[in-house]
């Protein structure tokens, strides 16, 4: 079966569990006893899915706390629903934590560690004859929702390269999809590039001869920046501190395990895509995507204010300018870190 396959069908039972969470959890908060964690079924989220299918989290936490875990296929959803308080914590890419961060009443949403850095890339449709910037003019090239990660880069990508977006009076036209249609628009040659996370960038590569133009951690200094976090509401983490320390721990033992062992993780990642989704990816495309990306607890903190300063730049965080002040939470001193920079 096709990848394309595999994921609509995916993300259409992950829209059964968006709709239901809500429904049963909103009319409540948690307390202590329970926490309710929010994550993607995709690689770059392979700290919580390792972490509860090898029994780490529930382990560290111990009998006197219920998890709740639910899935979810785009990081405003995951935000809507931190408003709504039916999920605690949350693994999301950098433009929701900080959408979120900004948007929420007293800056509730905040970042309690990273989760995976790099794992994007643009990718080349093979009939396109794209070789750099500088043939990107009156092509449709592709990216996720708008305002998420790989939109923000693309966009910022084009301005540093002297393009506008047609809609902006340029000729290069940005095509804001997800991330199964990208595939089908991918297939038909209806697209000229891509940029995207993985696995989609592998799978594009792998089954549709797709070319990598570049990694995006190549336009980052030191080769990196946060692409997956994790964040939660203040109000739970000050409420209760020790759950999400022990989660903390947890986290930063699975990140390590992952580390150590890639076989073990894909055949993991493989059972848990079996039992969500009801189908798998081939091997070669988990492995490839794993070693495309860094599975790290460090939330690369000079990138998330240069991703703001890029979707500020876009008119993507409104016109009254922002500040980041706090969005960092040290569960430590149990409050936030006031930006230093």
Do not use: C
Request: glycine share 8%; no cysteine; hydrophobic share 40%.
């Amino acid at each position: 079966m096709k990848m394309r396959s595999i994921f609509l069908i995916g993300i259409g039972v992950i829209l059964v569990v968006i709709v239901i969470g809500i429904s049963f959890d909103s009319s409540r908060e948690a307390s202590g006893d329970t926490l309710r964690v929010a994550f993607f079924p995709n690689i770059g989220h392979a700290i919580p899915v390792v972490g509860m299918e090898r029994g780490t989290f529930e382990s560290d936490l111990g009998n006197s706390t219920n998890i709740e875990t639910k899935l979810f296929d785009s990081g405003p959803q995951v935000i809507e629903s931190l408003f709504a308080k039916s999920i605690d914590i949350a693994y999301v890419g950098p433009g929701p934590a900080i959408n979120g961060f900004l948007k929420s009443e007293k800056h509730d949403v905040v970042i309690l560690s990273g989760a995976a850095s790099g794992g994007a890339s643009f990718i080349v449709h093979p009939n396109s004859q794209i070789n750099s910037a500088d043939d990107f003019a009156g092509k449709r090239i592709a990216a996720p929702q708008i305002g998420n990660t790989q939109d923000v880069s693309l966009r910022n990508y084009l301005s540093e390269n002297g393009l506008k977006p047609y809609e902006k009076g340029g000729s290069v036209v940005v095509l804001n999809i997800p991330n199964p249609d990208i595939y089908t628009l991918f297939t038909k040659g209806e697209i000229a590039a891509a940029w995207v996370p993985e696995p989609w960038a592998t799978i594009l590569v792998q089954e549709l001869d797709g070319k990598r133009l570049f990694y995006e951690e190549e336009l980052w200094p030191k080769n990196k920046f946060a692409s997956v976090l994790l964040i939660g509401r203040q109000e739970y983490i000050t409420a209760n501190p020790e759950v999400v320390t022990k989660w903390l721990e947890s986290h930063q033992q699975t990140a390590n395990w992952i580390n150590d062992n890639p076989l073990e993780t894909r055949i993991i990642f493989n059972e848990f895509m079996q039992n969500t989704m009801g189908q798998t990816l081939s091997d070669s495309v988990v492995d490839e995507a794993l070693v495309n990306l860094e599975i790290t607890t460090d939330s690369v903190d000079d990138s998330i204010y240069t991703f703001a300063q890029r979707a500020d730049s876009l008119g993507y965080l409104g016109r009254d300018g922002f500040s980041l002040d706090g969005i960092f939470f040290d569960i430590a001193s149990n409050e936030s870190v006031e930006e230093t920079k």
